[in-house]
C-alpha cells in the first residue's frame, strides 16, 4: 500500500495538468456559459447547457498524459507495473469521485438559486439531476473513469505496438460498432433497442459504464505487463 501511495504521490508532482488544468476548464465552461445565458433574453424557460461535461472529456487525455508522461520515469524507479497501474487507478478513482461529488453540490446550488438567478441548468440537468443523490454522483463518477480508461488503454497500446497496434485496434472498434448497426438494422430491432435505451436510469447507465470500464482496467493492465517504457 505504501508503493501504491508513492505512485499517487508521483503522479501528482506534476498537479497543473491533473487538477489544475480541469479546475480551470470548469470554471472557464461555466463562466463562459454564464456570459452567454447573459446575452439571451429571459423569456422564462430553463436555459440548457452542456457546458459541464467539458471536465469529463479532459479524463480521456488524463487517462493518456498520466501513462506517458509517469510511466517510462516508474520504471527508472524501480517501480512495478502491477503497483504503477493499481497507484495510477486509485489517485483517478478519488479525483473522480471528488469531481462527482463537487458536480452534485454545485447542482444543489444551482436548484437553490434558481439556475444561478436566471434560470440555468448547468449541473443540475434534468434525468441526471433526478432522484437521489447518490444517482448522479455514481453516474458522473462512471461516466469519468469510463473515458480516462478508455485513454489509458490507447495509451498502453501505444507503448505496446506503437502507431500500428494503435491504428489497428481503432480499426477493430470501428469494425465492431459498424456491424452491431448493420446487425441491429438487418433485423429491424431499432425500436426495441430504443425502448431499452429509454428504460435506463442514472444507476443503470452508471452499472453498464462500470462494466466497460472494469473491462477496459483488465485490458490495460494484461498490455500494461509487456509496454515499452
Known sequence: MNRVVKVMRMQLANRWIFIGIPLIILAASFLLTL??????????????????????????????QSLTLTFPFSQG??????????????????????????YWLLGLVEQGTGGWGVGGSFFALDWIADGPWYQPIAFYFAVMMALFLIGFWSATIYKRWQATGLLIAGISVALALVGTLYLIGSRSAWPEVGAFLGSQTQLTVAGWLAVLALALAGGSFLTLRRAEP
Open 77 to 102: 524507479l524501480s517501480i512495478t507495473r502491477r503497483t504503477f497501474f493499481l497507484g495510477t487507478l486509485s489517485l483517478f478513482s478519488l479525483i473522480a469521485l471528488i469531481t462527482a461529488v463537487t
Open 35 to 64: 456570459i452567454i445565458w447573459s446575452f439571451i433574453p429571459n423569456d422564462g424557460g430553463v436555459r440548457i447547457s452542456g457546458g459541464s461535461q467539458a471536465v469529463m472529456w479532459y479524463f480521456f487525455a488524463l487517462g493518456i
